[in-house]
């Protein structure tokens, strides 16, 4: 279970025995403070309003479950199972910036899709830095799944092409890469993603399933720059928000949600394997006071 993503907001309401516009007021703030953007945070604020007056809330209690329905209705429609293929191997893209996590999130994948039996094998896309490559060793050991890598410097898209080889001869079913997350570098970072989606689209005859956002919920609105550019250059299918546990906000969700409609897909919400779970709209919700 998440706990008080939005603590500010939780701290809003306790202990108010009357609803009135100062306690709205606070209410907007907190959830601008929560990392919602503040036109969203006025519009839910707004509607609170509304629901007081139609509704006859009077209490705190009231607009607290009034709020969390209307986070239900925001996100319930992006609650989606990861995409798996119906010929394998599944093509697993995992994107985005450095330090969000995606390294840790990419073992955890590779952990929740063993767990259900099947059988992983991890491609070091990312050879820009070669760091990454040793740390996806790591977790490949620690998970037990095969890694296909080459040299850093090498050319990322050889690695998948390999990796997809790999899979098909070894009885792989799924494939998740790495990739580099350079945005300081977009133009190049992005082709280099583009050229690798080409070599998937040739040797599945398809797109890779899922081209995965790693998001790090700290990260505040940067985020939504993030989201906008990866889908700009390879059209984001999912997302799956990391560090979900390390932030007393959260918002951040609800503004990209508003701005983007992707689905989410998964969260991490701790540092241990099993701790990458299935998004889901209610829990999330609940999670904002308790």
């Not at 998970?143 to 050889?158: F, L």
Request: hydrophobic share 45%.
């Amino acid at each position: 279970m998440l706990r008080g993503l939005f603590k500010r907001v939780g701290a809003v309401l306790r202990g108010r025995a009357i609803v009135d516009d100062e306690l709205l007021e606070s209410l907007e703030e907190a959830l601008i403070g929560a990392d919602v953007s503040a036109p969203l945070a006025m519009e839910m604020v707004d509607e609170l309003r509304e629901a007081t007056e139609h509704q006859h809330i009077t209490d705190a209690e009231g607009v607290k479950q009034a709020l969390q329905e209307r986070v239900v209705a925001m996100l319930q429609p992006l609650e989606e199972p990861l995409n798996i293929a119906a010929e394998p191997p599944t093509v697993i893209l995992v994107l985005g910036v450095n330090g969000v996590g995606k390294t840790t999130s990419i073992a955890k994948l590779a952990y929740h899709f063993k767990q259900q039996g099947r059988k992983p094998l991890l491609a070091a896309a990312d050879t820009f830095r070669a760091a990454a490559i040793e740390q996806l060793e790591v977790w490949a050991e620690r998970v037990g799944c095969d890694i296909v890598r080459q040299k850093q410097g090498a050319d990322s898209a050889a690695v998948v092409y390999d990796a997809i080889q790999a899979a098909k001869a070894r009885g792989h079913d799924v494939v998740i890469c790495d990739t580099a997350g350079r945005l300081h570098t977009k133009v190049n970072l992005m082709e280099e993603l583009k050229k690798i989606g080409r070599v998937v689209q040739r040797e599945m005859g398809r797109e890779a399933d899922e081209r995965l956002l790693v998001i790090d919920a700290t990260t505040g609105q940067n985020a939504v720059n993030q989201v906008r550019e990866f889908s700009q250059a390879v059209g984001v299918t999912g997302l799956l928000i990391a560090k979900l546990d390390g932030t007393a906000k959260g918002g951040i969700l609800l503004t990209i949600a508003r701005e983007f409609a992707i689905p989410i897909k998964l969260v991490g919400n701790g540092e241990k394997m099993q701790d990458l779970q299935p998004f889901l709209a209610k829990e999330f919700a609940e999670g904002m006071f308790d």
